[in-house]
């Protein structure tokens, strides 16, 4: 029994393409273009007009074909019958749609940068404090090395605690905690525990509202 998918009439076409360009499959294309499998088995079927724009975008330079191209080697015969005028204003629409396309993309592109910026902004306003004193701090350490380090300490434990705290991050529990051993927020660094059996927390842990960023190291007491 023939291969069914070679019975739908662009199949060969497609695969020719892909075969050009090194990608071995429809799963493997559907990957690197970043469309579904769905639109894909539309552009073999030669449904080209059921497709959205954003999905030949996408597909246009992993093929490396041209938009137009690609355009009119998957049409239907129907609209390669149609006359050049209504082809041609087509195009044009399609290519106007391009540009609108890679507009948006940079104003997306933009955005990002700007939210990065003020990302980093606020970030620097919770740790001013430390980075003015850290400095001075160090300076004052190696100049004395029987400083205490208990005086140095709020210098970091307070902005970071204020910077995690406008994230979100919590941590799961205070170092030197005695507590019920969960393998899903701990970490066994020695011995051997049963979950609910007491584990001591040598590295605390951190989560961002219910997301586990970093599990507590804990060991068996």
Same mark, same amino acid.
């Given at each position: 029994?023939?291969?069914? =998918?070679?019975?739908? +009439?662009?199949?060969? !076409?497609?695969?020719?393409?892909?075969?050009?360009?090194?990608?071995?499959?429809?799963? #493997?294309?559907?990957?690197?273009?970043?469309?579904? $499998?769905?639109?894909?088995? &539309?552009?073999?079927?030669?449904?080209?007009? @059921?497709? &959205?724009?954003?999905?030949?975008? !996408?597909?246009?330079?992993?093929?490396?074909?041209?938009?137009?191209?690609?355009?009119?080697?998957?049409?239907?015969?129907?609209?390669?019958?149609?006359?050049?005028?209504?082809?041609?204003?087509?195009?044009?629409?399609?290519?106007?749609? &391009?540009? $609108?396309?890679?507009?948006?993309?940079?104003?997306? /592109?933009?955005?990002?940068?700007?939210?990065?910026?003020?990302?980093? @902004?606020?970030?620097? =306003?919770?740790? /001013?404090?430390?980075?003015?004193?850290? %400095?001075?701090?160090? =300076?004052?350490? @190696?100049?004395? %090395? @029987?400083? #205490?380090?208990?005086?140095?300490?709020?210098?970091?434990?307070? %902005?970071?605690? !204020?910077?995690?705290?406008?994230?979100?991050?919590?941590?799961?529990?205070?170092?030197? #905690?005695?507590? +019920?051993?969960?393998?899903?927020?701990?970490?066994?660094? =020695?011995?051997?525990?049963?979950?609910?059996?007491?584990?001591?927390? &040598? *590295?605390?842990? *951190?989560?961002?509202?219910? !997301?586990?960023?970093?599990?507590?190291?804990?060991? #068996?007491?």
């Amino acid at each position: 029994m023939p291969n069914t =998918q070679y019975l739908i +009439p662009n199949t060969q !076409k497609l695969q020719d393409l892909m075969q050009q360009v090194g990608i071995s499959s429809f799963k #493997a294309l559907s990957r690197a273009a970043g469309v579904s $499998e769905r639109q894909l088995l &539309r552009l073999r079927q030669g449904k080209l007009e @059921q497709m &959205r724009v954003e999905v030949l975008l !996408k597909l246009s330079p992993v093929l490396q074909m041209p938009l137009s191209e690609l355009v009119t080697t998957f049409s239907t015969v129907e609209l390669l019958q149609e006359k050049t005028a209504p082809t041609q204003e087509l195009l044009q629409q399609i290519a106007d749609l &391009r540009t $609108e396309y890679d507009r948006s993309q940079q104003q997306i /592109e933009q955005q990002q940068e700007i939210l990065l910026q003020e990302l980093q @902004q606020s970030s620097l =306003q919770l740790l /001013e404090s430390l980075l003015l004193q850290w %400095p001075t701090a160090v =300076q004052k350490a @190696q100049e004395n %090395p @029987q400083l #205490a380090a208990v005086k140095i300490v709020p210098l970091v434990q307070k %902005p970071l605690e !204020k910077l995690l705290q406008a994230w979100g991050v919590e941590a799961i529990a205070r170092v030197g #905690a005695e507590l +019920p051993y969960d393998p899903q927020l701990h970490q066994l660094m =020695q011995g051997t525990a049963q979950p609910g059996e007491k584990v001591k927390v &040598r *590295y605390t842990g *951190y989560l961002q509202g219910e !997301k586990l960023l970093y599990r507590a190291k804990v060991s #068996a007491v």
